[in-house]
Nanobody, 113 residues
Framework: QVQVVESGGGLVQAGGSLRLSCAAS??????MGWHRQAPGKQRGLVAR???????YLADSVKGRFTISRDNAKNTVYLQMNSLKPEDTAVYYC?????????WGQGTQVTVSS
C-alpha cells in the first residue's frame, strides 16, 4: 500500500526559511514533487525531482527553493528560503509510479509579512 506523508510546515516571517519533507513508501517512485494550493487558487506544481535527479522549479520559486531527494529513504525535501507572503499555501507532495500520482495530506505553510 502506497503512503505519502509530508511534514515541516508552519508559520514563518517573510524572509525566513522552512524545510518540508515527504516520505513515500510502498513502491519505487520514479518522480516526486511538491505542489501548492492557496485559498481560492488552483493547485500548481512548485518543484519536482526524478529518480536520476533531474529537477524542475517553477519560475516563482527559482533562486529561493531547492528540491532534493534521498532515494534510499524514498524521501524528498523542499528547502524554502527567502519566503514571501505569496508563498502561503497548503503544500502537497506527490509521488509518481507508472504514471499514477499518489498524494499526501498536505502541510500548511504560512508566511507573515
Amino acid at each position: 500500500q502506497v503512503q505519502v506523508v509530508e511534514s515541516g510546515g508552519g508559520l514563518v516571517q517573510a524572509g525566513g526559511s522552512l524545510r518540508l519533507s515527504c516520505a513515500a513508501s510502498g513502491s519505487i517512485f520514479n518522480r516526486m514533487g511538491w505542489h501548492r494550493q492557496a485559498p481560492g487558487k488552483q493547485r500548481g506544481l512548485v518543484a519536482r525531482i526524478t529518480s536520476d535527479d533531474n529537477t524542475y522549479l517553477a519560475d516563482s520559486v527559482k533562486g529561493r527553493f531547492t528540491i532534493s531527494r534521498d532515494n534510499a529513504k524514498n524521501t524528498v525535501y523542499l528547502q524554502m528560503n527567502s519566503l514571501k507572503p505569496e508563498d502561503t499555501a497548503v503544500y502537497y507532495c506527490a509521488a509518481t509510479v507508472a504514471a499514477r500520482d499518489y498524494w499526501g495530506q498536505g502541510t500548511q505553510v504560512t508566511v507573515s509579512s
